[in-house]
């Protein structure tokens, strides 16, 4: 079992894959179990259906097939048990258990690189990397980054909030769904 390393002055800001403001999640309309590579404050990408005699479950994993679209932001409710006294406490998701998915809202997540308010999250679906950078790329989520308590910009590792409240590519296309536009604030109309 690891040891404490340091000691923090600060309460942590948040955990990876929790709510900045619970309640305010939307989520996939089917339910997925994890592959095993599935971890909370991650994305996850729609697998073949794994058959289980008659019925098939929906499967979820860390990376997907090339070209791929994420299904969403995985929510942190980890109720296993750790399978071994000597390993160390995880954020991933044992094989066969269920996932919460969520497809809009706001969730602390830790920045996988150096990354500033308002940029698109991307990930890869081939690695399950994310990585930061312009929305509208071919691998954006439809996720944008925030910063937490006013800071301006994160490197590796930091706390940072993944939002996502408007019509997202990865709500839409893993859904089949036409894409929509954003509407905009004071106006009547939706984009296109």
Do not use: H
Not at 32 to 39: N, P
Not at 60 to 76: I, N, P, Q, Y
Not at 96 to 116: H, S
């Amino acid at each position: 079992m690891g040891f404490q390393k340091s000691v923090a002055s600060m309460p942590a800001i948040g955990l990876p894959g929790t709510e900045v403001n619970p309640g305010q999640a939307t989520y996939t309309a089917f339910n997925y179990l994890s592959d095993g590579t599935v971890f909370a404050g991650g994305f996850a990408f729609a697998k073949d259906v794994k058959e289980n005699g008659p019925v098939g479950f929906n499967a979820a994993s860390a990376t997907g097939k090339a070209g791929a679209r994420v299904l969403g932001f995985v929510e942190r409710n980890l109720i296993s048990t750790l399978p071994n006294p000597l390993v160390e406490a995880s954020n991933a998701y044992q094989a066969g258990l269920g996932l919460n998915i969520a497809v809009r809202g706001q969730f602390y997540a830790v920045a996988a690189g150096a990354a500033t308010e308002g940029q698109a999250v991307l990930c890869d679906p081939a690695t399950g990397e994310v990585t930061y950078g312009d929305a509208g790329a071919a691998t954006d989520t439809g996720w944008k980054v925030r910063m937490p308590q006013g800071v301006i910009d994160a490197v590796e590792g930091d706390i940072v909030i993944y939002e996502n409240f408007g019509v997202s590519i990865a709500a839409s296309a893993a859904s089949g769904a036409a894409v929509v536009g954003e509407a905009e604030v004071g106006s009547a109309e939706v984009g296109a």
